[in-house]
């Protein structure tokens, strides 16, 4: 039978603009007590950007955490506007990373991101009818962010899934959904 664990005692270590490390002393089910160390983190929106029904759109961009560029979808985290509408962080995240605007943005789940050590939470919006945003209306993007936009296709995607090559978390939940929403 699964047990609930006891906080008994908790210390922030380290405390950043996006996430902290928190450290727990905890009693088992058992009266032993263990320590778990837990990254507090923003949540987070991730948007499936359709082109069209077969298409959307990927950002290949270098990411320190694994030394390599990855493919993924648009994502960003929110800040103290978006708490209570995360709606408004997928229309930032578009016109920052995209240079694009939706018709439509429609949520679609939440899911947490690493349950295993950290509390990210990420929001997975759907954003069609995809428009250019004028030069004059686009914002800046983050320090140093740089990308490559990729429209692929549902068929090109999931030759990458099967063959491994898609290992962005976020993106790979997506291409599920968006194959669940093809049956």
Same mark, same amino acid.
């Given at each position: 039978?699964?047990?609930?664990?006891?906080?008994?005692?908790?210390?922030?270590?380290? #405390?950043?603009?996006?996430?902290? /490390?928190?450290?727990?002393?905890?009693?088992?089910?058992?009266?032993?007590?263990?320590?778990?160390?837990? /990254?507090?983190?923003?949540?987070?929106?991730?948007?499936?950007?359709?082109?069209?029904d077969?298409?959307?759109?990927?950002?290949?961009?270098?990411?320190?955490?694994?030394?390599?560029?990855? @493919? #993924?979808?648009?994502? +960003?985290?929110?800040? #103290?506007?978006?708490?209570?509408?995360p709606?408004?962080? /997928?229309?930032?995240?578009?016109?920052?990373?995209?240079?694009?605007?939706? +018709?439509?943005?429609?949520?679609?789940? +939440?899911?947490?991101?690493? /349950?295993?050590?950290?509390?990210?939470?990420?929001?997975?919006?759907?954003?069609?009818? $995809?428009?250019?945003?004028?030069?004059?209306d686009?914002?800046?993007?983050? @320090? +140093?962010?740089?990308?490559? $936009?990729?429209?692929?296709?549902?068929?090109d995607?999931?030759?990458?899934?099967?063959?491994?090559?898609?290992?962005?978390?976020?993106?790979?939940?997506?291409?599920?959904?968006?194959?669940?929403?093809?049956?």
């Open positions: 039978m699964a047990e609930k664990e006891i906080v008994t005692d908790t210390k922030t270590v380290y #405390e950043g603009p996006i996430f902290s /490390v928190e450290t727990q002393s905890v009693q088992l089910y058992n009266n032993q007590t263990s320590q778990r160390d837990i /990254v507090r983190h923003v949540p987070a929106i991730s948007v499936l950007a359709m082109v069209d077969d298409h959307i759109i990927l950002e290949k961009q270098w990411r320190a955490t694994i030394g390599d560029f990855i @493919l #993924e979808i648009p994502a +960003g985290k929110l800040d #103290e506007r978006d708490f209570d509408a709606h408004h962080a /997928v229309v930032r995240e578009l016109n920052e990373e995209l240079r694009m605007s939706a +018709g439509t943005i429609e949520k679609a789940f +939440g899911f947490v991101e690493t /349950v295993g050590f950290s509390d990210a939470y990420m929001h997975l919006y759907v954003a069609k009818d $995809l428009q250019p945003i004028a030069k004059s686009q914002l800046p993007r983050d @320090l +140093g962010e740089t990308m490559d $936009l990729i429209t692929i296709s549902f068929d995607l999931k030759e990458m899934f099967e063959a491994g090559k898609l290992n962005d978390q976020k993106t790979v939940t997506a291409f599920l959904y968006w194959a669940y929403l093809r049956g």
